[in-house]
């Protein structure tokens, strides 16, 4: 069993329980924890294939479990305040598609590169063009200040329910694994 890095994990740490945050702060927080997994895994060479590896599948769960919180506690809510959010369901199925090239390429190859590029660009699109600065400013001028409290209590709560989640854990190394055997 492969352990993580001291510096992998605090990064990954959930809010302490009695700091309550707006739905908003808790995704854009959450969206840093993605910024900062992807700038480390750019910043590690083809050389280092077992870190871009170990990195990769990091980015892999938290990607996936960002998107299972905002399509369970935040987007069914917010659906009716902008439409923006049909548009965001959209942008997490080219996530997904991306996440599994990149988890299919070899990390000392060049195809890796370009497969985490463009899962960089998607990323930063949707998460920074679209949602924080353009859905998100437009969900707190429109949306309860109360419920957005009370979302992002929900957020954090299932977000540390997936990390700790062992079912979670085997479901995404499986998925993992079957990703990569289909690239052979």
Do not use: C
Not at 17 to 23: D, G, L
Not at 56 to 81: C, G, N, T
Not at 84 to 102: G, K, P, T, Y
Request: charged share 35%; aromatic share 6%; net charge positive.
């Amino acid at each position: 069993m492969r352990r993580r890095s001291q510096a992998l994990t605090e990064t990954r740490e959930a809010p302490p329980p009695q700091e309550r945050k707006k739905a908003t702060r808790v995704l854009v927080e959450h969206h840093e924890v993605l910024r900062e997994l992807m700038r480390r895994l750019l910043e590690t060479p083809r050389s280092e294939p077992g870190r871009r590896r170990v990195l990769a599948d990091e980015l892999f769960d938290e990607l996936w479990m960002h998107e299972r919180i905002e399509e369970s506690v935040f987007y069914p809510v917010m659906r009716d305040v902008t439409p923006a959010i049909a548009a965001a369901w959209s942008e997490h199925r080219q996530l997904s598609d991306q996440l599994a090239a990149l988890t299919r390429a070899d990390p000392q190859t060049e195809w890796f590169d370009r497969e985490l590029g463009v899962l960089r660009d998607a990323l930063e699109s949707h998460a920074h063009l679209d949602e924080e600065l353009q859905t998100f400013p437009e969900i707190e001028r429109f949306a309860n200040e109360e419920l957005l409290v009370e979302l992002g209590d929900r957020l954090q709560m299932r977000l540390k329910s997936l990390r700790s989640s062992r079912r979670v854990r085997r479901f995404l190394r499986l998925q993992r694994a079957l990703l990569r055997r289909t690239a052979r």
